[in-house]
């Protein structure tokens, strides 16, 4: 008869202890806007007709009087209107006229929406060094980009890159902040981590 004798190292394994009471309220309810040009809108008129059969915005409702819309250009930029009156849901009126590179069928519009995320939450007082990591959710739908700017369906997006002010701009570690006596952004961990991966920022 053959003795096998194993012998395990004392490893130490990280544990997780849930926290009570999470809820995460948002600064503003009103959501982000992507549309795109439907048939009719014409070129020089400041009349725009939304596309109602496809997209996540499919008629006017969230969009209000006095509202940027950015529309995409044919030449892959994007160029801000100030919206002036609803028509009805399937039309819009902007300030300017619209130039050609504009009123081209399927060009998008967005309208971002950008809202600050409390956090709050009861964490266990017998976790002793206690790290959190909060993951808001993103998209990882196929041609969504949660890291471009351009409101998604799937969920948040983190912003467009560096130098972009405003509605849209990137999330920094700065924007983060813990109200708690003697935390500090980078107290909560070794490193703020803002990313958007698999479905999470």
Same mark, same amino acid.
């Given at each position: 008869m053959s003795l096998f004798l194993l012998i395990f190292p004392n490893v130490k394994t990280s544990q997780g202890t849930p926290s009570t009471n999470v809820k995460n309220t948002l600064s503003s309810s009103q959501l982000?806007?992507?549309?795109r040009i439907g048939t009719g809108t014409t070129a020089g008129d400041n009349l725009v007709k939304i596309n109602t059969a496809a997209n996540p915005?499919?008629?006017?409702?969230?969009?209000?009087? &006095?509202?940027?819309?950015?529309?995409?250009?044919?030449? &892959?930029?994007?160029?801000?209107?100030?919206?002036?009156?609803?028509?009805?849901?399937?039309?819009?009126q902007i300030s300017t006229p619209l130039p050609a590179v504009n009123a081209?069928?399927?060009?998008?519009?967005?309208?971002?929406?950008?809202?600050?995320?409390?956090?709050?939450?009861?964490?266990?007082?017998?976790?002793?060094?206690?790290?959190?990591?909060i993951l808001i959710k993103a998209t990882n739908k196929a041609g969504e980009n949660a890291l471009d700017g351009i409101p998604d369906?799937? &969920?948040?997006d983190i912003g467009a890159g560096v130098g972009v002010t405003g509605p849209g701009a990137r999330l920094r570690d700065t924007d983060v902040s813990c109200p708690w006596s003697g935390m500090t952004v980078s107290g909560i961990g070794t490193t703020v981590g803002i990313v958007a991966a698999n479905g999470t920022t």
């Open positions: 982000s806007y992507f549309a915005s499919r008629t006017t409702n969230n969009l209000f009087e &006095g509202d940027t819309v950015c529309i995409a250009d044919s030449g &892959g930029g994007c160029d801000n209107f100030s919206v002036t009156d609803i028509g009805n849901t399937a039309y819009f081209v069928v399927g060009s998008y519009i967005i309208a971002t929406r950008s809202a600050q995320h409390v956090v709050t939450f009861t964490p266990q007082s017998t976790v002793a060094g206690g790290k959190w990591q369906q799937e &969920g948040f």
